[in-house]
């Protein structure tokens, strides 16, 4: 499949509102062409609802072909709910992530039809040659903050580094 190419973090930011209007862009790939930073406003993608359903979940796939994604001091994480997403080839640096360094919330989830059927939900996210560069910071854990999740709701992390004096969990309350 031929990915579409992401400059900048406005394409980010349209990949955010076309989620956050209801599509999960469910097996689209993004492909980043260069370094991106995440403006001072940025907003994860993906939305929880207040009620606890319809949340909003990104289910693309996203590669960073190598690429950093630097997140502003004080700013959050690229990525807030998901649903069978993948994101690859990317690495993080973030002075003060304000969750974890990709990706910020897990949910349970058991699909579109709401109904658990052991060993038949979807995964949240599957997590490959990502690097959180030395010198960040997350207020979460390392890559993926864990949450609410069902056993059923696999978190893949494959091939991924944390380097040395990035601190976990910055204000140590966690």
């Known amino acids: 499949q031929t990915p579409y190419l992401v400059d900048t973090a406005d394409?980010?930011?349209?990949?955010a509102g076309m989620v956050a209007g209801g599509n999960s862009l469910k097996g689209v790939v993004f492909k980043l062409t260069g370094n991106i930073a995440l403006p001072e406003d940025w907003y994860p993608i993906g939305e929880l609802s207040e009620s606890g359903v319809g949340h909003?979940?990104?289910?693309?796939?996203?590669?960073?072909?190598n690429h950093l994604l630097t997140v502003p001091?004080?700013?959050?994480?690229?990525?807030?709910?998901?649903?069978?997403?993948?994101?690859?080839?990317?690495?993080?640096?973030?002075?003060?992530?304000?969750?974890?360094?990709?990706h910020d919330k897990v949910v349970v989830d058991y699909g579109d039809d709401g109904v658990?059927?052991?060993?038949?939900?979807?995964?949240?996210?599957?997590?490959?040659?990502?690097?959180?560069?030395?010198g960040s910071k997350t207020?979460?854990?390392?890559?993926?903050?864990?949450?609410?999740?069902?056993?059923?709701?696999n978190i893949f992390i494959k091939?991924?580094?944390?380097?040395?004096?990035?601190?976990?969990?910055?204000?140590?309350?966690?």
Do not use: M, W
Request: charged share 25%.
């Open 116 to 134: 658990y059927t052991q060993f038949n939900e979807p995964d949240v996210i599957t997590v490959e040659n990502v690097t959180l560069k030395e």
């Open 11 to 15: 394409h980010l930011k349209k990949i």
């Open 159 to 174: 091939n991924c580094t944390i380097e040395k004096n990035v601190v976990v969990g910055y204000d140590k309350t966690q």
């Open 73 to 102: 001091e004080g700013g959050r994480p690229l990525l807030e709910l998901t649903r069978d997403a993948v994101v690859r080839n990317l690495e993080i640096f973030g002075i003060r992530i304000e969750g974890a360094g990709l």
């Open 139 to 153: 207020l979460g854990s390392g890559l993926v903050n864990g949450g609410f999740n069902s056993g059923d709701n």
């Open 56 to 65: 909003k979940f990104f289910s693309g796939i996203i590669d960073g072909d």
